[in-house]
């Protein structure tokens, strides 16, 4: 039987930067090489996509959104992840990846247009390298396997980053993407935000084994770790992305979080869990955990966090005029106007007809 | 008994059919604890326990597909798809193995497939769908769609009686519809309903669109016009008596449904009228739908949907024909 | 040149895709070394390596999923799905992503989805779908399906040329018809063609049904009726004016394809042709399609699927109306 | 985040019996408890499912049959499967297991019926315990895990056997399907036959990974087998089974093997693979290999064998027989009759108009 044995690759350069339990080991964090601005800028921007997320509900509930899903407790992974690939990299997110967006420097007035409902789609993925939301849970996984197919094709060093929720790993385009992953060495870092939630379903009724531990069923490595420390995350994903650059292939790092609001506005959570869990996870929230990191390094102080808050509330608040203020496109354009670049005659008929109803009205 | 809205009418059929059948599972993603995103299994699971009623995890092929293993083991399965725009990695079980599975063994497959279907509720993306033309296409499987509480209790009643797979779509917008219901009547699949009687053009809609063609119907009349309001309530098979029925005293028709018009199931209606009322026509089948784009936002979604305005239109345009 | 098979002329059609055109990836299962299962990718691995052209794992919704990574990245795929019958584990990516994506993000997705479909080929289950009103009913795809080797290399042309994702649906009875082709020729999407003149009665057919529908009217002749055969050669989107422009001559048309009629394509067809073409039509629009069952075992199909003698009588009948 | 780390059970009882590299122990084999008439009759039904497979070859080519696809090579897992569960266990078997049928009593020339062209199902799967062949790709495996759940359901100690190929493995529903197994704790076996081929497409291009191993990510044990030893299959499906009687939930295993034939009669295997492989494999094939074991052990002298060969000679001339006497439905009846057991009026008249043009041509 030997002979068709496989094993997963022995290069796993993410491992022994972690402890068994998921940490960063201390030597691993001391060594990351990132400087104090750095440092301070992860920090700022997890409280920045924090403060956004809160605006957005509460933009939500005045009308001004359709719906929002808040991604609070999850901002550790976010910041982290976009910081350590290259601007070039591409990211293919899930529905819950905003601050990843805005980490990235698209404008979150424009991306809220999505939940505004004006807009599928309010950003060109080309500009930003940021594919669209994608709600279909787990559809998003075989096009960033695609990509990053591509990228072998082309001998491009550039890498993908897919991320997925727990409740995604269970779909049959997860599996699929995963073992095409593996079969053609595509430079794939895949993400599951394990959060321990999809919508009211508990982790544990949704999966009995481990997701990281599935890797090796694919034929490359992957490790559970802590989703709440921005700098583990840092550290697994850029030393995942220079093992894929390096032709090393895909990993997959789980990274344990806590979804800590509802699923969306339309979602009440007290119907399905306690506030006992919320409390415990309140404990690790990665914010205060950051800072007090940083308090301890030295790195920040007062003055500093109030810069802080002050720049993150003039954000938010540009952010907020900016939305009040952004166009929706005319209707015609918004319902036929991006559907095909070679539209027929007739779809181009139907349009019209539709514009000169609407000026009869 | 006191009015009831759609969502608790089908509450109540499901519980009904728990407690009247053992055999009857409820399942899906949310359906248990939660109760469903709509709330439309509340209580369920309390009532007749995790065994009978529960959450899978996130995986639509596998919640259709294991519906054949649980046949065949005796039960009858009633899964939830949470939205019409998450049928479609189901597809395949549903079209290759659920329509398919009687004809290739002998064994009936008594499996009710809830969708809650179509737009006009503010959402994002594939949560507006209206996929039923894949499924009335398809060989094997018998569409139905309610389009008031008392309908959707009886209706749902009837799909889960029968001894083979039905898809139940339910039109999510009309889900907080009121009206009082009688449990004891009962509506057969098949069996298309004078919605409103009226004697100008016949409106054919089913689901969502029902209620815009009555609002239709009642702004008509004070133009003078008289619609005949048709709800299908079962897509295949088609009630084409009923249809013709009331054809033999309009002489027109106008087809509605939110999908959009091209390659829709309005085309398979309005080609039927054409062939078996071709000597009774006396204007051509307007069809109104959504427009042949993918759903738009939400924004946009009223002006991509038919209203009372587009049936109107049509309605003048078919009388003055000719 | 000599005359080709409809086979060869696809292959010969890709060959020319992948070398004038660095972008174009061929992929799917068993296409690389062994040339496809009915050899249409035969040899183009071996020119081009296994970067341009290779198998995948045993996966259809991450075929065409990977699809729209691989457009973003600057490739066009041209995707084969290995059979009909197969296409249904990747309705969601078709459905949700490739027709969706565009509208969604402004990039434009030139994807050409090859599937082989159709019967007559005495095979067993799920090789013999027609598969074709599911896609056409999508909006935000083309879906074309030619009917001669001439076609087929050129139309393919088209397909893989355009910035927008076309099912290519390949007739598998009719790769093994033989036409002399010119490959300068060319054939754009969203026009169907004349196949045989006539002024008795209009026949609409694509793909499969078009060399029957041409036998018919071989025979037709022999009785003195006149059929004007129109291939339709695109579904999506419709060629209204040529069917239109023959009906004017007619008065009477037949709608010819191997799908259930129940919600198939032809009721699209009929119900615009009964349309826009009210006051030309002389008799009703007769259907001729599969039955409205599964797909048969293959000992049944010829007498499930449309044939000659069944064109014929829809032929008198349309005559004789009125 | 060890709150959530979840390992696959402890409780394994089949990896005792084998060797690292799958082999069944000596000492395994020793307690197996088979009388010398049952290892006779694994023996006996080999060859007999083997010939019935040469014997289909031949009727394809003569155009009795539309199309074959032998399963030579595969004889252990069918007959070693078979034997090992109770009849009242379900088997899902995907396209190839015409032998496992035989062993399940169909009668060959009926189920002959849906190469021939006249049925999809020639059997009624109630009778035998024994689900239709099927032919999407791995979309019989969430049936049986259906029909396990619903064991559990009911209380019932019914175990299911479920089988696909290594090129099944990859699909989306196979993915599924193992998670909702892992789940609810379904008591159901996976039988992968992996025979290193999926149609053209070698195991290596299928998956990086290992099949075997997967199971762990699922919350349950998996093993790979030697698949060409038919005392091997026996032991292990009978332990994993139960296991799953018990209580102990699902067990996959990877049964190595060879597909020696072609994918199907359509195939032309020498365009993508090299007789050396083939003779590798055939130095493995089951058939010769237990039946040296069994002359080792005293337990088939020539007579028996010659007797053997003489039954299985009548059994396949019984079955070409009847093969060429079966008759096939009525046109209307196999077209229309078991659509749907309540037809609409416009369904039957569809049928009779059907039926009614047929008698007038
Ligand atoms: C295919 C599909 N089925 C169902 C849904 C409805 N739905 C939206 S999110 C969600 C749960 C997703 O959970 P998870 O993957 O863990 O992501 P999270 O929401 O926790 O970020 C469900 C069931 C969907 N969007 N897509
Ligand atoms: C969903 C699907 N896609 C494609 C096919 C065509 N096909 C039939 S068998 C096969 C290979 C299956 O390989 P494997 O699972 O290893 O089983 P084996 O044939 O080796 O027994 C393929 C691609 C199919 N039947 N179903
Ligand atoms: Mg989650
Ligand atoms: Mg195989």
Request: charged share 25%; net charge negative.
């Amino acid at each position: 039987m030997a002979d068709v044995v496989q094993v997963a690759p022995a290069d796993d350069p993410v491992r022994p930067l972690f402890s068994p339990a998921g940490e960063l080991t201390a030597e691993a964090r001391a060594t990351l090489g990132l400087s104090p601005d750095a440092l301070r800028d992860l920090y700022h921007k997890m409280v920045w996509i924090r403060r956004t997320d809160q605006e957005a509900l509460n933009l939500q509930r005045q009308g001004e959104l359709g719906l929002w899903g808040p991604y609070q407790g999850q901002e550790a992974i976010h910041v982290g992840t976009v910081a350590a690939l290259r601007e070039t990299d591409w990211i293919f997110p899930s529905y819950r990846e905003f601050g990843m967006g805005m980490c990235r420097g698209i404008d979150p007035a424009e991306m809220l247009k999505l939940f505004r409902g004006v807009s599928h789609g309010p950003w060109d993925p080309r500009t930003y390298h940021f594919a669209p939301l994608v709600i279909p849970v787990a559809s998003q996984v075989p096009h960033g396997v695609g990509f990053a197919m591509g990228s072998r094709f082309k001998h491009s060093d550039d890498v993908v980053l897919s991320t997925f929720g727990d409740g995604a790993t269970s779909k049959g385009d997860w599996h699929e993407a995963m073992n095409f992953a593996g079969v053609f060495q595509a430079p794939v870092i895949f993400l599951c935000q394990n959060n321990h939630w999809a919508i009211s379903v508990p982790l544990a009724k949704q999966t009995a084994g481990s997701i990281a531990e599935r890797a090796q069923g694919y034929g490359f490595p992957g490790i559970r770790i802590d989703g709440n420390d921005v700098l583990g995350i840092f550290a697994a994903i850029r030393t995942a992305a220079e093992r894929a650059r390096r032709g090393g292939g895909p990993y997959l790092i789980e990274a344990m979080t806590y979804r800590m609001g509802p699923h969306t506005t339309s979602d009440d959570p007290t119907r399905y869990r306690t506030n006992v869990e919320l409390e415990r996870w309140s404990a690790k929230d990665p914010i205060p955990r950051f800072r007090q990191w940083l308090e301890g390094q030295g790195l920040l102080d007062e003055a500093a966090l109030a810069a802080i808050n002050r720049e993150v509330e003039a954000k938010v608040e540009t952010m907020r005029n900016r939305l009040r203020a952004t166009t929706a496109p005319a209707p015609g354009e918004a319902i036929f106007g991006r559907v095909y670049q070679h539209p027929s005659d007739s779809f181009l008929e139907e349009r019209e007809e539709f514009e000169s109803s609407l000026e009869s009205n | 008994m006191e009015p009831v809205t759609m969502a608790k009418a089908i509450n109540l059929s499901l519980r009904d059919a728990l407690a009247n059948d053992d055999s009857v599972l409820i399942f899906g993603e949310d359906v248990g604890t939660l109760g469903g995103v709509f709330r439309i299994t509340d209580g369920l699971q309390k009532t007749f326990g995790p065994e009978r009623v529960f959450d899978t995890p996130l995986a639509e092929s596998a919640i259709i597909g294991i519906c054949i293993g649980l046949v065949l083991r005796g039960f009858k399965p009633v899964p939830e798809i949470q939205f019409d725009g998450f049928i479609y990695p189901a597809f395949d079980q549903i079209v290759s193995h659920v329509a398919k599975y009687r004809n290739r063994t002998g064994v009936s497959m008594p499996i009710t497939i809830r969708v809650p279907f179509g737009g006009h509720i503010g959402a994002v993306e594939h949560h507006s769908e209206s996929p039923e033309a894949y499924f009335a296409h398809t060989a094997g499987l018998k569409v139905v769609a309610p389009a008031t509480p008392g309908d959707a209790y009886a209706l749902l009643q009837s799909a889960i009686a029968d001894p083979d797979p039905v898809i139940f779509f339910e039109p999510k917008a009309r889900y907080y519809l009121k009206e009082e219901i009688d449990t004891a009547r009962e509506v057969p699949i098949g069996r298309a309903r004078i919605a409103r009687e009226g004697t100008g053009v016949t409106v054919v809609a089913y689901g969502p669109t029902v209620s815009i063609a009555l609002d239709a119907a009642k702004a008509a009349e004070k133009e003078n016009i008289s619609l005949e309001i048709i709800d299908l309530r079962s897509l295949s098979p088609l009630d084409m008596p009923t249809i013709l029925e009331s054809l033999r005293k309009t002489h027109r028709a106008i087809v509605v449904h939110e999908a959009p018009v091209f390659g829709g199931f309005g085309g398979e209606i309005a080609a039927r009228i054409a062939d078996d009322g071709f000597d009774l026509l006396e204007a051509p089948i307007e069809r109104i739908g959504g427009m042949d784009a993918p759903y738009p936002p939400a924004r946009y979604e009223k002006l991509y949907l038919p209203d009372v305005d587009r049936i109107l239109e049509a309605a003048d345009v078919a009388l003055a024909y000719g």
